[in-house]
């Protein structure tokens, strides 16, 4: 095996490293974190604003896995200066790195590697036992050698050409090789770098560049993963023993501080929607594969034979693909600044909305963004719209990283009317005690659990959707065991309701009905208002009620007024039409029979089906007469061969032989006869056919309901 570079071997080769020239520009402190807006997508906006002064580099950490967001969504502003190019490290492969400078260090290079790669390079080595050798690499070789139990064991061999000649040196742990090439020292000292470098794959450092002279304000905001901000209520539903109190709403957000950084006295602004937000590999070097085509070498000409053409060829070429790219997403617009709230928060309803986070207040603002686009020309725009709402905490917030807050963002009275919701499906037995809430806030509810209180007591829990201004959400939070509910249904039936006749084709319209009925009963001293939840499907209409008191995607709601320790009972009616059609001409005559003793349809109608049914029993009696007259004929003709057989054993001149020429001879006159009726037959029953065809598709008639 093969021994790595060992520490003492890189350190020997490299000499201290030259003074750098000091860049142009002074290095400034990191901007400090001044606002963020967390959305509820899984992002967070954060900007960063402070003074500089002259010419500066701002410096900024990242994780690796932040690059990506930041390369996207990067803003930049300078009020009286100029933005200059962002510089960061290339997440270029590290082998390819490497490879890129005279000394190759990739990974997996041994001692014995490195010095090989660098032959003629000019080296000083120094050992115990000989001195300074000072001469060019000629390579290294792997001896076995003794050991110190005598085992024979492999070691490395440095063969440089020096004055005196050709020199061998064992690579002791005592000997020192020194490059006296300036270049190859700076090569393999920034080597040794971008492997320092790799080992950290957490960190990243952005250079922010800004000219400009005097103080002046800078400002940087960018797009970053972000922990979900979440919301969570405490509704209060009267007061202790009884008491009259207003319902009253609590809203508290959860904000969570994830990253490597204090937020110190920052405007926080939380903000519910549904933007898109995505992750493109915008940090890792991209290259398109070309294709390798040999250099044009010509060959000295050699004496050839020229044969006949056998077939002729038939080239073949292959088309390149092309890789495309997909561009980032146009960063989101800024929504519209709220109006104050509820304790100490700014909370805005907005409805069609930019979607980039302009933070309110922030220099990142409308203000920013007109009076200083100058620093940075703008090559594209874009606009995006949803529907918003944030809320904006007007109090500066101190949250240390790796802490949580919780923040109070809505305490408001609202409008809530206690009820209890039955749904067969859910519970068959017991309601759900619930609430009608009405968001009299003025201010968008994102959704979250609620914790609901009842006269000072716990009650239970419950979950809420978003809910707009003036709009109201149903809750439950309790099983309601006072009252008992049970449903029987729903039962199905088909009523006949009309029938219509048109060329030939008779419309059977129906109309099929379920019914479902509920019973409640309360246990309890106490009036009760129920909610009865039915299923609701589109194909069906409701007869009965007339209207329900609300319908969502899913049910029907249906208010019951149940007094104390009494029942009351709720029929439900839905309803939807069926239609089947059938073709008189082809239908079994007696389903014909069977319409025209339908309930309810017109006199002109049955007439209609009467002489149709009238007309087909003819057409069917005549044929019936045709085909008896047809099968006499096959049996007076099987008789007939019967004869045959007969008289072929007899004598001609016996009479039994003439008594069957006779049988025959009337035989055939009875074929003849039969044969002319059944074929006048036939031909009457074609003809009453067509009238009855004729008559049908002439027909346009129906009966109303």
Known sequence: MKPIVAPWVLLALSLPRPAAARPPESPAEPLPIRQ?????????????????????????????????DLLK????????????????????????????????????????DLLGRLRGAGVAVEGRGHGRITGQIVGVEERSVAGAEGKPVTASFLTV??????????LDPGTTVRLLDERLRRDLESALGVLAAATNNDSRTVDLRFDGTGTREVHVGYLMEAPLWKMSYRLLLGGPAGGEVKPYLQGWAIVENTSDEDWNDVRLSLVSGRPVSFIQDLYQPLYLPRPVVPPDVVASPYPQTHGSDLTRGVAEAAAAERPGSAGPAAP?????????????????????????????????????????????QAEASGEHAGDLFAYTVKTPVSLPRHRAALIPVVTAEVGAEKVSIYNADAAARFPLRGVRLTNSTGVHLKGGPVTVLDAGVYAGDARMEETPP??????????????????QGPSASSVQVSLSLRAGVLTVTSRERQEATYTLKSRIDEARRILVEHPFHAEYTLAEPAEPLERTAQVYRFAVDLPARASRTLKVVVQRPLSSTVA????????????????????????????????????????????????????????????????????????????????????ENRIQAARVEADGLTAQAEKAQAELAAYVDGLTTGSAE
């Open 470 to 487: 003036g709009d109201s959400r149903l809750i439950s939070y309790a099983v309601d065991v006072g009252v008992e509910g049970e449903r």
């Open 332 to 376: 989101p617009g800024p929504p519209s600044e709220g109006a104050d709230r509820a304790m100490d928060l700014d909370n805005a309803a907005f409805g069609r909305a930019k979607v980039a986070p302009r933070i309110a207040g922030g220099a990142l603002g409308g203000g920013a963004f007109g009076g200083y686009s100058a620093s940075v």
């Open 73 to 112: 969504s990067m803003v930049l502003i300078d009020e009286k200066g100029q933005v200059r190019p962002a510089v960061y490290a290339t997440r270029d492969p590290i082998g390819r790195t490497l490879q890129s400078f005279a000394v190759n260090l990739t990974p997996g290079t041994t001692l014995a």
């Open 584 to 667: 008189v001409l082809e239908a079994d005559t007696d389903s014909l029979v069977e319409f025209t003793r339908v309930a309810g349809i017109s006199p002109e109608m049955r007439r209609t089906l009467d002489e149709i049914v009238r007309r087909r029993r003819a057409v069917q009696g005549i044929r019936a007469q045709a085909a008896a007259r047809q099968a006499a004929v096959a049996a007076i003709t099987a008789d007939q061969e019967r004869i045959r057989k007969n008289m072929a054993a007899l004598d001609a001149a016996s009479d039994l032989y003439k008594r069957y020429v006779k049988e025959l001879t009337e035989q």
């Open 161 to 170: 050409l020096a004055e005196r000649g050709l020199t061998s040196v064992r």
């Open 36 to 68: 963020v807006t967390l959305f509820s997508s899984g992002v967070g906006f954060f900007e960063r604003s402070g003074s500089l002064t002259g010419d500066a580099v701002v410096p900024l950490r990242f994780r690796a896995a932040q690059i990506n």
